[in-house]
């Protein structure tokens, strides 16, 4: 068992003690006692090989928790730790779709692919699109879902593109500057596109302006993901572009808080803030 769980579970084993009978094994008497105080510790403790009790109980345990919030209520701390980013990031930057490359982490891929299901967006606006892999995984991910879906990715330089993304019927490719945003997507353009949308900022500069203006054309039901706030990837990787990422965040969302809030069920899909994206998904309500 990893250390963290058992540290965090050794100053509730002597209530279990007390009140284990002499002919019950400890860890079952153990585990009921989690699962009935919906506490996630109880999956760690659980027999995994019974995939189909596994899984139910699991969904039992995780519906139980508060699924929305404002911003307010969250921390900005991460269980992920750096050494758990430094390992993940050697294979993040190796990532391709279709023999593009899209330098995503395998939990942001799982998350999002989530996200595209339960939301099925009708328009995906990304912001930066750097070789194209990451708009043309999105555009297929919601064709074999079944959606007719709009998929527009922007950059400020689009000789980058691969091939195989310039190619695609499925992805719209922009070319432009978003510190000039009311111009790259026009109010015109953007009352076009028909909601709910998935919007994505990704691109690591007038974050705090360019979630201002979408402000004025969103809808209740539409999401935003603000990309790589986690703040410890800033010091791992010396990018300084993306260091105030979460506190312009933070900005935009201050007094927007009934307006915006934290989809938990994201956030926290393999932990607290277990992402890139700490605090980054983010529903219209």
């Known amino acids: 068992m990893d250390k963290c769980i058992k540290g965090q579970m050794k100053h509730s084993s002597r209530s279990f003690q007390a009140e284990t009978p002499r002919d ?3 860890k079952t008497v153990r585990t009921k006692f989690l699962l009935d105080n919906q506490d996630p510790r109880a999956l760690i403790l659980m027999d995994n090989s019974d995939y189909h009790s596994f899984r139910d109980k699991a ?3 995780l519906k ?3 699924r929305f919030a404002p911003i307010e209520e969250r921390k900005d701390t991460t269980e992920l730790s750096y050494e758990a980013i430094c390992s993940i990031s050697h294979g993040k930057w190796q990532t391709c779709w279709r023999g593009v490359d899209m330098l995503k982490d395998p939990l942001d891929l ?3 692919q989530h996200l595209l299901w339960e939301l099925k967006p009708q328009t995906v606006v990304e912001l930066g699109a750097y070789k194209g892999g990451s708009a043309l995984w999105t555009a297929d991910m919601l064709k074999m879902f079944g959606c007719k879906s709009r998929v527009i990715s922007v950059d400020i330089d689009l000789s980058l ?5 310039k190619k695609s019927p499925d992805v719209e490719f922009i070319e432009g500057d978003i510190m000039d945003i009311e111009k790259l997507l026009p109010e015109e353009f ?3 596109l028909v909601h709910p949308w998935f919007v994505v900022d990704d691109a690591h500069a007038n974050l705090k302006g360019v979630l201002e203006y979408f402000d004025r054309f969103t809808q209740p039901g539409d999401y935003i993901c603000v990309e790589d706030t986690n703040p410890i990837v800033p010091a791992l990787m010396d990018q300084g572009l993306i260091r105030e990422k979460l506190n312009q965040l933070k900005s935009f969302l201050s007094g927007r808080s009934q307006r915006y809030l934290v989809d938990q069920r994201y956030t926290d899909f393999f932990g607290y803030n277990a992402t890139w994206n700490t605090n980054g998904f983010l ?3």
Not at 161 to 165: F, G, I, R, T, V
């Open 24 to 26: 019950q094994d400890p």
């Open 59 to 61: 969904s039992k345990v």
């Open 64 to 66: 139980n928790k508060v």
């Open 110 to 112: 799982v998350i999002v």
């Open 161 to 165: 593109l691969d091939p195989e993304a």
């Open 190 to 192: 953007l009352e076009t």
């Open 283 to 285: 529903k219209r309500v």
